[in-house]
């Protein structure tokens, strides 16, 4: 049976009661009302025809929660996911067009494909590349990016900036609709989080939008939208060059919107107590995309907003999710015609108050205090992924490039110090302390990193610069208790160190060795016992024997527990 639950994890859900039911359903039904004008808003952003905000709604959110681990999550149309999907068609085909349709299902099909083939192959670990400070840089510039693509239509603007500039005028009664939403929405949001104050509004403004014959005025709105559930959608194989042209979009969709889903999941586990299950949820999100693309629609992901929500109205399982898919299939078939009034402004102060929590200014100031290297690393992400709009996946290489580069570096130079023992009894660096040494013509280290290839050369010219300034030395130990892994190359280099200094009459201690790097030292002999070597467990033995060398003698040992 628990084999079956890995591969269907609905089947460990709780066995549904009244109570349990009863609150399940009032979750989802909260999110089931805010996803309806989301998704529009979003499929507009994405270029899509607005019904399919409402398809990408339905079936994915539903075959997510059925196989992720993850079940409280909200998956559906997303700001940053909508917006990624735009920038990757611009140049390839017209918003709205067959062909912009028909891509956009591409690149949800080819981003389940990879999510799922990833949660398979338990490559999870992979989506660690993009660390925080890469992530909060380019979600705020897509924030931006987002909040001007939607200005136009907040503001009533009915011609291309160009345009505009030339010759300036608004639609004031657009402008007034978009503004007052904006204004309705924040206060909502504030007042009541769980209130569906989204539909009131939208429902509002689409009968007030009738009643003043609004679009007769000159203003923009939705439109008429089909009803009924979407018929399967079966793209046709694009030529060779435009499959090449999504390869890097692609890439790009799945790693955001797997992070989007991170930053949820991660709160939502944490307050469960449990351990994140990563690779299933990329599969639940993949066979989401999946669904979402045979439904003619866009790559989906989990909203943090609608997920907040889902909690805040107490959802406790996936059940929650269920009535929120049967509300939206419900609106499918019984509401649509009344979203046709409602003003293009209306929807755009949704995607607004939606992405303006993303901004913050203060993020960076923060992460200048923490770390000023990774603060730039931030700041290099945030403007390249602004000035290579719509092209916004330079942004995020751009960034991981240089956040592995630091990896890298930071492994190559690792922090190597010469121990000293301070008034407190705590062994710390010797110089910065201005300690005296261990003990005369003694040479104490540590190295806070593992030795391997990135690390050896640095460790290797630590010692030997020392004893090139200091002859005289009699003694090196090495407190080796944070190395916690060896390889080929750091075993190579340990023997060849352990040589020069038996050449040179010099006693090697070492303190505190963990289990794995003595292992592989004894499988290469290089722990083989000698007067001119000793081990000891602890820091204190080691001192010990610094401070009386008369008493000096090797201590081999049993296979020592893993520290």
Same mark, same amino acid.
């Given at each position: 049976m628990k084999r079956l639950?890995?591969?269907?994890?609905?089947? *460990?859900?709780?066995?549904?009661?009244?109570?349990?039911?009863?609150?399940?359903?009032?979750?989802?039904?909260? /999110?089931?009302?805010?996803?309806?004008?989301?998704?529009?808003?979003? !499929?507009?952003?994405?270029?899509?025809?607005?019904?399919?905000?409402?398809?990408?709604?339905?079936?994915?959110?539903?075959?997510a929660v059925l196989f992720s681990s993850s079940v409280r999550l909200s998956?559906?149309?997303?700001?940053? #996911?909508?917006?990624? /999907?735009?920038?990757?068609?611009?140049?390839?085909a017209e918003p709205g067009s067959a062909r912009w349709v028909e891509l956009a299902v591409w690149l949800a099909l080819? &981003?389940?494909?990879?999510?799922? +083939?990833?949660?398979?192959?338990?490559?999870?670990?992979? @989506?660690?590349?993009?660390?925080?400070?890469?992530?909060?840089?380019?979600?705020?510039?897509? !924030?931006?990016?987002i909040i001007g693509s939607q200005l136009r239509d907040l503001l009533g603007i009915q011609l291309s900036w160009d345009q505009w500039l030339q010759a300036p005028a608004l639609h004031w009664p657009s402008l007034? =609709?978009?503004?007052?939403?904006? +204004?309705?929405?924040?206060?909502?949001?504030?007042?009541?989080?769980?209130?569906?104050?989204?539909?009131?509004?939208? $429902?509002?403004?689409?009968? @007030? &939008?009738?009643?003043?014959?609004f679009e007769a005025g000159g203003g923009q709105v939705v439109g008429a939208l089909p009803q009924g559930l979407p018929a399967l959608y079966w793209p046709a194989l694009p030529e060779l060059s435009t499959l090449t042209q999504l390869l890097l979009p692609t890439l790009i969709v799945t790693l955001? *919107? =797997?992070?989007?889903?991170? &930053?949820?999941?991660?709160?939502?586990?944490?307050?469960?107590?449990?351990?994140?299950?990563?690779?299933?949820?990329?599969?639940?999100?993949?066979?989401?995309?999946?669904?979402?693309?045979? *439904?003619?629609?866009f790559p989906t992901s989990s909203s943090f907003s609608r997920s907040a929500l889902n909690l805040y109205a107490g959802a406790r399982t996936g059940w929650a999710t269920l009535f929120s898919v049967a509300v939206v299939f419900g609106a499918l078939l019984v509401f649509t015609p009344v979203l046709r009034h409602v003003p293009q402004a209306v929807l755009a102060a949704i995607v607004l108050v939606a992405v303006l929590g993303l901004i913050k200014p203060r993020e960076f100031a923060r992460l200048w205090r923490i770390s000023r290297v990774e603060?730039?690393?931030?700041?290099?992400?945030?403007?390249?992924?602004?000035?290579?709009?719509?092209?916004?996946?330079?942004? /995020?290489?751009?960034?991981?490039?240089?956040?592995?580069?630091? =990896? /890298?570096?930071?492994? $190559?130079?690792?922090?190597?110090?010469?121990?000293?023992?301070?008034?407190?009894? #705590?062994?710390?660096?010797?110089?910065?302390?201005?300690?005296?040494?261990?003990?005369?013509?003694?040479?104490?280290?540590?190295? %806070?990193?593992?030795? %391997? =290839?990135?690390? +050896?050369?640095?460790?290797?010219?630590?010692?030997?610069e020392y004893l090139a300034r200091h002859p005289e030395t009699e003694q090196v130990c090495l407190f080796a208790q944070p190395i916690n892994r060896i390889d080929a190359t750091g075993v190579e280099l340990f023997a060849k160190l352990v040589r020069q200094l038996?050449?040179?009459?010099?006693?090697?201690?070492?303190?505190?060795?963990k289990l794995p790097v003595e292992q592989a030292l004894r499988r290469a002999d290089c722990l083989r016992a000698s007067?001119?070597?000793?081990?000891?467990?602890?820091?204190?033995?080691?001192?010990?024997?610094?401070?009386?060398p008369g008493r000096l003698a090797d201590m081999p040992c049993d296979p020592w527990p893993v520290i």
């Amino acid at each position: 049976m628990k084999r079956l639950q890995r591969w269907l994890p609905f089947l *460990s859900w709780p066995r549904p009661d009244a109570a349990l039911l009863r609150s399940e359903a009032m979750a989802g039904l909260a /999110v089931g009302l805010m996803v309806i004008p989301q998704g529009v808003a979003y !499929a507009a952003l994405a270029g899509m025809p607005l019904v399919t905000g409402i398809y990408a709604s339905m079936l994915p959110a539903l075959l997510a929660v059925l196989f992720s681990s993850s079940v409280r999550l909200s998956v559906g149309p997303t700001a940053l #996911s909508c917006l990624l /999907v735009s920038a990757s068609l611009t140049g390839l085909a017209e918003p709205g067009s067959a062909r912009w349709v028909e891509l956009a299902v591409w690149l949800a099909l080819l &981003s389940g494909l990879l999510q799922v +083939a990833l949660g398979l192959m338990r490559f999870g670990w992979l @989506l660690n590349l993009v660390n925080a400070p890469v992530l909060m840089a380019f979600t705020q510039a897509a !924030a931006l990016l987002i909040i001007g693509s939607q200005l136009r239509d907040l503001l009533g603007i009915q011609l291309s900036w160009d345009q505009w500039l030339q010759a300036p005028a608004l639609h004031w009664p657009s402008l007034a =609709f978009g503004l007052a939403s904006l +204004a309705l929405l924040q206060l909502a949001r504030r007042w009541k989080p769980a209130f569906p104050s989204v539909l009131l509004i939208v $429902l509002a403004s689409a009968a @007030l &939008s009738w009643a003043l014959d609004f679009e007769a005025g000159g203003g923009q709105v939705v439109g008429a939208l089909p009803q009924g559930l979407p018929a399967l959608y079966w793209p046709a194989l694009p030529e060779l060059s435009t499959l090449t042209q999504l390869l890097l979009p692609t890439l790009i969709v799945t790693l955001a *919107s =797997f992070l989007e889903t991170a &930053s949820s999941a991660k709160v939502d586990n944490e307050r469960q107590g449990k351990r994140w299950n990563q690779n299933q949820d990329l599969i639940g999100q993949g066979l989401g995309k999946l669904a979402s693309g045979f *439904s003619g629609a866009f790559p989906t992901s989990s909203s943090f907003s609608r997920s907040a929500l889902n909690l805040y109205a107490g959802a406790r399982t996936g059940w929650a999710t269920l009535f929120s898919v049967a509300v939206v299939f419900g609106a499918l078939l019984v509401f649509t015609p009344v979203l046709r009034h409602v003003p293009q402004a209306v929807l755009a102060a949704i995607v607004l108050v939606a992405v303006l929590g993303l901004i913050k200014p203060r993020e960076f100031a923060r992460l200048w205090r923490i770390s000023r290297v990774e603060a730039v690393i931030a700041g290099v992400t945030f403007a390249v992924t602004l000035l290579a709009a719509p092209r916004l996946y330079w942004g /995020v290489l751009a960034g991981v490039l240089m956040a592995l580069s630091l =990896f /890298v570096f930071q492994r $190559l130079r690792p922090r190597i110090i010469e121990v000293g023992q301070h008034p407190d009894g #705590s062994l710390r660096d010797r110089l910065l302390w201005k300690l005296p040494p261990l003990a005369a013509r003694t040479y104490a280290l540590r190295m %806070d990193a593992a030795l %391997d =290839f990135a690390s +050896a050369a640095d460790f290797e010219r630590a010692i030997i610069e020392y004893l090139a300034r200091h002859p005289e030395t009699e003694q090196v130990c090495l407190f080796a208790q944070p190395i916690n892994r060896i390889d080929a190359t750091g075993v190579e280099l340990f023997a060849k160190l352990v040589r020069q200094l038996q050449t040179r009459h010099i006693r090697l201690h070492i303190s505190g060795i963990k289990l794995p790097v003595e292992q592989a030292l004894r499988r290469a002999d290089c722990l083989r016992a000698s007067p001119q070597l000793a081990l000891y467990r602890t820091d204190a033995e080691a001192l010990t024997a610094l401070q009386r060398p008369g008493r000096l003698a090797d201590m081999p040992c049993d296979p020592w527990p893993v520290i």
